[in-house]
């Protein structure tokens, strides 16, 4: 296994990782890929490392590694350590409809993997395909598999690592709020950009502002007034009217 150039690169990496079929790169193929859901039901398992460039804006440039989810840390082709030096967040994919057992057994491997050779990594855990259970169920999945991976951080003294959970689906805009929030914490201007729009609201009586890569939707920025979820949607529709008429009249 080689990876080419790998000390070159200058742009964040986003490692997608997670145990087979728990929907990773279903959420690449929607979010960067503009593939329908339904789509994405007749995707391969991924059988290698898949990596891909995202430079949709100035702001928004990056990588994304798909990673399959039979990946052996203790193969000796794997070079673990190169690829963890480079990343700027981990997100660990798991099937809430799935039992997660084994999947919060990789994920502490992992994490503890990647914190020991680049402590610096943001990990973000994707509580994935809850389109399917009641709010209730949601929040239940979310408060145990947040206690059980902590707990397993704490008992072998990595309580200091933080993890961020996200509920999320391919099927409404969650995947899509939950990839803009990895996604801000790389850039670095973000604390600046927060301000102009705290700015900009104020001076103009707008309710909410967002600052969107139209591409992906994902917004990398927004004023410091709680996200409404389904203000974030009408933007999202709006921006696809919006590509929609360009393309028929552009």
């Not at 020991?116 to 990594?121: A, G, L, M, Q």
């Amino acid at each position: 296994m080689t990876f080419d150039s790998l000390n070159g690169d200058v742009k964040p990496r986003i490692l997608l990782m997670g145990l087979r079929r728990s929907g990773k790169s279903s959420i690449q193929k929607v979010v960067f890929h503009k593939m329908s859901p339904n789509e994405t039901l007749f995707l391969e398992s991924t059988n290698k490392i898949c990596r891909e460039d995202v430079s949709s804006s100035s702001f928004v440039s990056f990588q994304i590694w798909d990673f399959p989810g039979q990946i052996d840390f203790f193969d000796p082709t794997f070079d673990y350590e190169m690829i963890f030096r480079g990343t700027g967040a981990l997100i660990f994919v798991i099937d809430s409809q799935d039992d997660y057992v084994e999947a919060l057994s990789r994920l502490h491997l992992t994490v503890t993997r990647a914190y020991k050779v680049n402590p610096d990594i943001h990990f973000e855990v994707f509580i994935h395909k809850v389109d399917g259970l009641s709010d209730d169920h949601k929040i239940e999945k979310q408060r145990d598999i947040h206690k059980r991976a902590n707990d397993d951080l704490a008992d072998t003294g990595l309580e200091r690592i933080h993890l961020s959970f996200y509920l999320t689906s391919i099927y409404d805009h969650s995947i899509f709020e939950a990839f803009s929030k990895v996604v801000q914490k790389l850039i670095p201007q973000l604390p600046t950009l927060e301000n102009l729009l705290n700015i900009f609201i104020s001076n103009s009586s707008i309710e909410k502002a967002f600052l969107f890569d139209v591409v992906s939707k994902i917004y990398i920025a927004t004023d410091s007034s709680p996200v409404d979820m389904q203000t974030y949607e009408l933007c999202c529709d709006m921006i696809d009217v919006v590509i929609d008429i360009s393309c028929i009249y552009g």
